[in-house]
Structures are given as structure tokens and as C-alpha cells.
């Protein structure tokens, strides 16, 4: 009953005209999004950004929160969690992360999904993806797999569970990590109980408890030993571009500590280096610390200052998620 009150406080604080002009505004943003990443262009997308960071300041006035609006929007993803708590976090990973990763990228001979680099078909990608999805736990016949430009898991309950990845033909990993990020939280979904749909019961503890579940997918079991272990037959036989490798050589390379653009393609040590980022702009926009047009420059400055690499393009740096588009700060 207190979420349910929760729920229905936090719907009702909202007028119906503030929430039809966000659907809006987060449709045409979307598409300008595609259109934007597609083409490197971040101007494309500038002025959607601006309006979607208006409305979510207008809505955590109306929410209410303790110290910043970044607090109202937070309550959304991990009810309790101020973003002074994230802050004191982070401020301890983060130089912790920054050592453990710099040690990596000077270890003499550190292992590199380069090495696997070769000829992997879409068509032999799908294939053994389909193939792999029943035999996690995730009913195919309540769900199913297609393609976009950014991997994604949504549905409308255990019985219409829908999720997406995206292909590198030279590249496996990026598919195989994309699916089983994406069938954590499609597992968790079908879990749900069904009889429950539309009540507290029925839906998602929060949604840092089902980013939980996708990553020990991603990375507590599919970078483990026993997985490229036990797959190993499926994946030679599915990918000849493996002959001459083993099991060892792959779970190697998923696990290599390397620097990287995407987010989603990162590795454990890294992965927290971009959400790290990610959030300090996030804060900084909100409270108009940060404008949107300085955000590219931003993103490239830390970035750098993180990761050491330094940004090539837009699409590669603050177009390269969907979220913000999709008014998810």
C-alpha cells in the first residue's frame, strides 16, 4: 500500500497538460535524436535537449525535493537516493577506478577483443543469439529479439517482453553483450508475477534493482570461465572465424580492461568511469551549471580526463545514448 501511494502521489503532481507536452516533446526529440547520432550532428539534437531539461525542471519542482531537481528525477530510478549520496560514491570509486584501470592499460602483453576480430555474418549472429535466448530461461514464445540503433529491453508484462541489440560484423561481442544486458532485465520482467500486473507486486522493485539483474547477465555469468566453457561448441560451430582460438582466448578478451567510446561496450572497470561521467553533466545541467551547447565540449574535456582518449565525433561521444532523448535524466 505505501508504494501504491507512493505511485499515485508522484502520478497526480503532475497536471495532464505538462505530462501531454512531454510525450510530445520526447517523440519529436527521439526522432531528432536518430537523426543526429546518424549523422554526427549535435546541433540536430541541441534544441529537443533544451526543451526535455525545461519540462524535467518543471516536474521535479512540482515532485519536490531536498536539496536539487536532480533529487526529484533520482527518486524515479532508486526511491530514497539523494544525489548527494551518488556524489559521496562516486568520490570514492572514482580514483580507485581511474588506478585499477590505468594499471590495466599498461600491463605488457593485456588481452584485447582485437585478437577475435574477423567475419562474424548478421545472419550467423542472429542465429545464435535466438538460439541461445531459451536456453538462459528467457521464453521466446512471450517475447522476442529484433535490431536497433540502441539495445533495449521493454514490453507490456511477462507475456510481451521485446527486447533489441545492435551488430558488428567484425565484432560478436557486441551482439552477445547487447542480448544478454538486454535478457537480464527481459528475465526479470517475465518473472514478474503475471496475476499481479498493475499493482506494486507486479512491476520492478526499482529500476537500479533491474539494471541489477541485466548486468550480473552481462557480466557476472556471460564473462565467466564456465560460460565460454559450456558455449564453446555452439560458438565454433556458429562462427569459423574462431578456429584457432578456445574458450580461454574468449573469456580472455570479454574480460580485457581496454578504452573505449560506448558506453555499452565497455568493460566492468570502465563501464563506471562512463556512468561517472554521465552524471556529473547530467547534475550540471539541471541545476544550469552546464549549457546544452557547451555539453559537447564537456563530454569531451572529461571524458579525456577520465579515459584518456579524446572524443572523434558526436556519435561517439554525447549522441551515443538514447536516454536523453527520451527525457531520461
Not at 237 to 250: E, I, K, R, Y
Not at 261 to 270: G, H, S
Request: charged share 25%; with cysteine.
Amino acid at each position: 500500500m505505501a508504494r501504491w501511494r507512493y505511485d499515485y502521489h508522484r502520478a497526480t503532481r503532475i497536471p495532464a497538460e505538462l505530462v501531454e507536452e512531454s510525450e510530445l516533446a520526447i517523440g519529436l526529440s527521439r526522432t531528432a535524436w536518430v537523426e543526429a547520432r546518424k549523422n554526427s550532428h549535435f546541433p540536430t539534437f541541441a534544441p529537443h535537449l533544451e526543451k526535455l531539461l525545461t519540462l524535467s525542471r518543471q516536474m521535479a519542482d512540482l515532485w519536490g525535493y531536498a536539496d536539487q531537481p536532480y533529487d526529484a528525477l533520482l527518486e524515479g530510478y532508486e526511491p530514497g537516493w539523494l544525489t548527494k549520496d551518488v556524489t559521496t560514491l562516486f568520490a570514492k570509486l572514482r580514483p580507485r577506478l581511474v588506478t585499477i584501470a590505468e594499471k590495466a592499460f599498461s600491463l605488457p602483453q593485456p588481452p584485447s577483443r582485437k585478437n577475435l576480430r574477423g567475419h562474424y555474418p548478421r545472419a550467423d549472429q542472429e542465429k545464435f543469439l535466438q538460439s541461445l535466448l531459451p536456453k538462459i530461461g528467457f521464453d521466446t514464445s512471450a517475447g522476442r529479439l529484433d535490431s536497433s540503433t540502441h539495445p533495449f529491453c521493454s514490453g507490456l508484462g511477462p507475456c510481451d517482453t521485446r527486447m533489441t541489440t545492435r551488430y558488428d560484423e567484425s565484432d560478436f561481442m557486441v551482439s552477445l553483450y547487447g542480448v544478454l544486458h538486454e535478457a537480464g532485465h527481459g528475465l526479470y520482467d517475465q518473472g514478474l508475477p503475471e496475476s499481479q500486473l498493475g499493482t506494486p507486486l507486479g512491476q520492478a522493485a526499482s529500476l537500479g534493482i533491474h539494471e541489477s539483474q541485466s548486468r550480473l547477465w552481462e557480466n557476472r555469468v556471460g564473462r565467466s570461465r564456465s560460460f565460454w566453457k559450456s558455449w564453446w561448441p555452439d560458438l565454433i560451430q556458429a562462427f569459423p572465424d574462431l578456429t584457432g582460438h578456445n574458450h580461454n582466448h574468449c573469456w580472455r578478451a570479454s574480460n580485457a580492461v581496454e578504452r573505449s567510446f560506448i558506453r555499452v561496450e565497455a568493460d566492468e572497470v570502465t563501464y563506471d568511469l562512463h556512468i561517472l561521467l554521465r552524471f556529473e553533466l547530467e547534475t550540471q545541467l539541471l541545476k544550469g551549471e552546464l549549457s546544452v551547447h557547451d555539453l559537447p565540449a564537456a563530454w569531451n574535456e572529461l571524458f579525456e580526463k577520465l579515459l584518456g582518449l579524446k572524443v572523434p565525433d558526436d556519435a561517439r561521444g554525447c549522441l551515443q545514448d538514447i536516454h536523453w532523448s527520451l527525457g531520461g535524466f
